[in-house]
C-alpha cells in the first residue's frame, strides 16, 4: 500500500470549496421548491392528475373503471398506485402524496384514520380456491388444501387477503402449511398460474381476471367471508375535491357496472 | 493544453464544475443512510433485534448467504480462472452472461429463475426427477443469492487474474510444478487479497438478496424468509423495527466496505 503525501492545498481551492458548499445550501430549497409547483398544480397538458392509493386486487377493475371516469371528466387524470393495503398504509404514514386510498378491509383504514377523512365502502368480494387449469390435483373444498399431496400458497397476514384467508381457515377448522406466504394477492395468483404451487386462496375477482390460465373452485356464499373494499380522501391530499369526487363517482352506475361485471359486489 | 497540465494529474485543484455535483451526488447518497440513523429506535435496537422472528430470519440469513458464498466458490473460481487463461471462442458473450446478473433488476432475476428451475421451468422436470422443487425451499432461496452474487467473486478474481504476468506462472512450470501445485503455490497467494474482497462483496450481496428471492423462493419464516424479506414485510406493520433491522444490515454492508478499503476496484489506497 502506497500513500504518497498530500500536496499542500492553495487557498483558492478551500475558497472554491465553500463557494461551493454555499451555493448548494442555496440551490437545496430551490430544487424543492420546484419539486412541489409541479405536484399541487395542474399538468403542463392543463389536466389535474389525482393519485389514487388502492389494493392490488383492484388493479384491473380501478384501471378500467378509472378509464371510464376520465372519459367523462376530460380535465382529470386518474395515476393509479397499485400494491398491498398494508405497503399503500405504511406510504401513507411515511408522507407520500396521494389523493385517495381504498383498502381490500376496513382494519387497515381504520388504522388509518388520522390521516384520511371519512370512508364509504365501494364495493365487496370473496374469497376462492385458484388452481392450475382443469385442477390437476383435484382441490373441491378447503379441506383438500390441508392435503400433504397438494402445496399451497397463502397471502401473508400481513395483508388483507391473508387475514381473511386465515379467518376462512380458522372458521373451517382446517390447519394448512403454506409453502409460501406471498406479500400481495396478486402474487398468490400468478404463483399458481405459473404452476408453481398448486392452489391459493384468492379474491374471486382475482381467479376471474386470470381467465384461463388458472381454475377457480367457489366457496359457498354464507360460508365466506365478507371482503369490504372502503375509499377514503387523504387529510394532506393535493386534490381533495377531486378526490371526493372519485369516490362519490365510484358509486354511481358507470362505476357499478364496472364493478359487477368484473364479479364485485355491491356494497 | 500543454503537456505539464496534462501530468498534474489527480492533484490538481479540482474545478467547481466538478466539486458541486459531486457534493450534491454525496448527499443524495448520505441523506438515506442519515435517515436510518435519525430514525433507529435507539431505546429499542437490542429489543426489536433479538425478537425470535428476527433471529430466525437472521439466521436463515446467515444460512442462505453462506451457502450462495459456497457455491459461488465452487462454480464462480473455475470459471473466473478459465476466463482470465484460457483462449476460446465467444469469451466476450460468456463474460456478458456472466456480468448480467448485476445489472439485472432483481426480480426480473426471479422471473427468469422461475422459468428456468421452477417447477415448470426449462430444467423442473429434471430438477423434479432429481427430487428437488427449488421455489419455496431453501435451496432455491440460496440459488437466488447465488445468481446474483456469484459475479461479484467471478469479476473481482478474473481481474486480479489478468493482471498477474503469467511469466510466473510460467517459471513454475518450468521449475517443474503440475498446474495444481502451481495454483496452489504461486497463483492463489498472489490474487488472495482480490479473492477475499471478492468473497466479501459476494456474500453482502447475498446476504442483501430481495427481489430475486421473494420472486423465486416465495417468504415463509424459517424457510426462505431472509432478513431483507422481513425487513420489507415489517415497515408494513412495524416501520420502528423494519429501520431496526435496517440499520443491522447497513452496519454489516458497511463493516464489509471499510474492511475492503476499496480493493477491490483495485486501489491500493
Known amino acids: 500500500m502506497t500513500s504518497a503525501p498530500l500536496a499542500p492545498r492553495p487557498r483558492r481551492h478551500r475558497l472554491r470549496v465553500r463557494l461551493a458548499a454555499v451555493l448548494l445550501t442555496v440551490l437545496a430549497p430551490l430544487t424543492a421548491a420546484c419539486g412541489g409547483g409541479a405536484l399541487a398544480g395542474p399538468d403542463d397538458d392543463g389536466r389535474t392528475t389525482v393519485t389514487v392509493l388502492a389494493a392490488s386486487s383492484l388493479t384491473d377493475v380501478l384501471t378500467e373503471a378509472g378509464a371510464a371516469y376520465e372519459e367523462e371528466h376530460p380535465d382529470v387524470r386518474l395515476r393509479f398506485s397499485f400494491a398491498g393495503s398494508q405497503e399503500l398504509a405504511a406510504q401513507v404514514r411515511q408522507g407520500l402524496p396521494a389523493d385517495l386510498i381504498v383498502t381490500a378491509d376496513t382494519a387497515t383504514m381504520d388504522a388509518l384514520r388520522n390521516e384520511t377523512g371519512p370512508s364509504t365502502v365501494i364495493a365487496r368480494n370473496r374469497l376462492a380456491i385458484a388452481t392450475a387449469p382443469g385442477n390437476p390435483r383435484g382441490v373441491d373444498s378447503l379441506d383438500d388444501l390441508a392435503r400433504e399431496d397438494v402445496s399451497v400458497v397463502l397471502a401473508d397476514p400481513e395483508v388483507p387477503a391473508g387475514r381473511y384467508g386465515r379467518e376462512l381457515l380458522e372458521r373451517w377448522g382446517v390447519t394448512v402449511r403454506p409453502v409460501s406466504l406471498e406479500p400481495s394477492v396478486r402474487a398468490v395468483l400468478s404463483k399458481v398460474a405459473l404452476g408453481e404451487a398448486d392452489a391459493g386462496l384468492v379474491y374471486v375477482t382475482d381467479a376471474a381476471s386470470a381467465g384461463d390460465e388458472v381454475h377457480a373452485v367457489p366457496l359457498p356464499d354464507d360460508r365466506n367471508v365478507a371482503v369490504r373494499y372502503p375509499a377514503a380522501p387523504l387529510e394532506d391530499a393535493p386534490h381533495p375535491e377531486e378526490a371526493a369526487d372519485v369516490i362519490a363517482w365510484l358509486g354511481t352506475e358507470p362505476a357499478r357496472r364496472v364493478l359487477r361485471d368484473a364479479g364485485f359486489l355491491l356494497p | ?269
Open chain 2, 1 to 269: 493544453m500543454s503537456r505539464p497540465a496534462d501530468r498534474r494529474g489527480p492533484r490538481a485543484r479540482p474545478p467547481v464544475a466538478f466539486v458541486l455535483p459531486a457534493a450534491l451526488a454525496l448527499v443524495f447518497l448520505a441523506v438515506p443512510l442519515a435517515g436510518v440513523l435519525a430514525h433507529t429506535p435507539w431505546p429499542d435496537l437490542v429489543g426489536h433485534l433479538s425478537s425470535p422472528a428476527v433471529a430466525r430470519a437472521l439466521g436463515l440469513s446467515l444460512l442462505v448467504s453462506g451457502w450462495a458464498l459456497l457455491l459461488s466458490f465452487v462454480l464462480g473460481v473455475p470459471l473466473a480462472w478459465l476466463l482470465a487463461r484460457v483462449h476460446f471462442p465467444g469469451k466476450a458473450l460468456v463474460r456478458s452472461l456472466v456480468l448480467l446478473p448485476m445489472v439485472l433488476p432483481p426480480t426480473v432475476a426471479g422471473v427468469a429463475l422461475l422459468r428456468g428451475f421452477g417447477r415448470n421451468g426449462l430444467l423442473g422436470g429434471v430438477l423434479e426427477v432429481l427430487g428437488a422443487t427449488l421455489p419455496f425451499s431453501t435451496a432455491g432461496a440460496v440459488v437466488a443469492a447465488a445468481f446474483v452474487a456469484m459475479p461479484f467473486l467471478v469479476i473481482s478474481l478474473e481481474g486480479a487474474l489478468n493482471g498477474l504476468p503469467p511469466r510466473y506462472e510460467e517459471a513454475a512450470a518450468t521449475m517443474g510444478a503440475t498446474l495444481p501445485q502451481t495454483l496452489r503455490y504461486v497463483t492463489l497467494p498472489m490474487v488472495m487479497p482480490s479473492l477475499a474482497s471478492g468473497a466479501a462483496l459476494c456474500w453482502a450481496r447475498a446476504l442483501g438478496e430481495f427481489g430475486a428471492t421473494i420472486t423465486f423462493a416465495g417468504n415463509l419464516p424459517g424457510v426462505t424468509q431472509t432478513l431483507p424479506l422481513q425487513v420489507y414485510l415489517l415497515l408494513q406493520r412495524d416501520p420502528a423495527a423494519a429501520t431496526s433491522v435496517s440499520l443491522l444490515l447497513l452496519a454489516v454492508a458497511a463493516a464489509v466496505l471499510i474492511a475492503l478499503r476499496g480493493r477491490w476496484l483495485g486501489h491500493s489506497r
